[in-house]
């Protein structure tokens, strides 16, 4: 059974698009995180969901939007694609100890 | 803000070497310290993870040990192997917000 699922795995996009990517997990934590891997394998966090509240929001452009429709799920959305935003994208859930991954969407804008 | 670094960036070694690869933080008011591997193409894997109140913990032949007053994490791999080719990373976590190094990029040849 997979813990964390994020689809799609593969996601390649031109500029200007929408898209989303979601993520589910099984595990029954309160909190879901997204991060970015930039090309040089840098993990850093986007946001976070505590108990469908956002409690962490760090400075990235609005045209990203997580959206947590319950408490097993947090999808996130991103708007006006940019090259800039071509990445990795790990979706992860924790529940006060350890954190659980997904398996990461590589996201390419053309 | 917590900052991690994780030295070395890349380490290439023969089979059967034991491995220290380091791990250090700038805050030490952390919940727990957790040690991931990544392999190309997936996700992360939890190797071990450690709460702030312990200062070691093992599984197989690796062991990580914590000290929180230096900031301060090892992680050692016994008896290396083809197999564990992959890159090793480190997060700190404290008050919902996981902080990870760049990584520790290892080859272990045979």
Partial sequence: DTAVSQTPKYLVTQMGNDKSIKCEQNLGHDTMYWYKQDSKKFLKIMFSYNNKELIINETVPNRFSPKSPDKAHLNLHINSLELGDSAVYFCASSHSTEAFFGQGTRLTVV | ?110
């Fill in chain 2, 1 to 110: 803000k917590q900052e991690v670094t994780q030295i070395p960036a890349a380490l290439s070694v023969p089979e059967g070497e034991n491995l220290v690869l380091n791990c250090s933080f700038t805050d030490s008011a952390i919940y727990n310290l957790q040690w991931f591997r990544q392999d190309p193409g997936k996700g992360l894997t939890s190797l071990l993870l450690i709460q702030s109140s312990q200062r070691e913990q093992t599984s197989g032949r690796l062991n990580a040990s914590l000290d929180k007053s230096s900031g301060r994490s090892t992680l050692y791999i016994a008896a290396s192997q083809p197999g564990d080719s992959a890159t090793y990373l480190c997060a700190v976590e404290g008050s919902y917000i996981p902080t990870f190094g760049r990584g520790t990029s290892l080859i272990v040849h045979p």
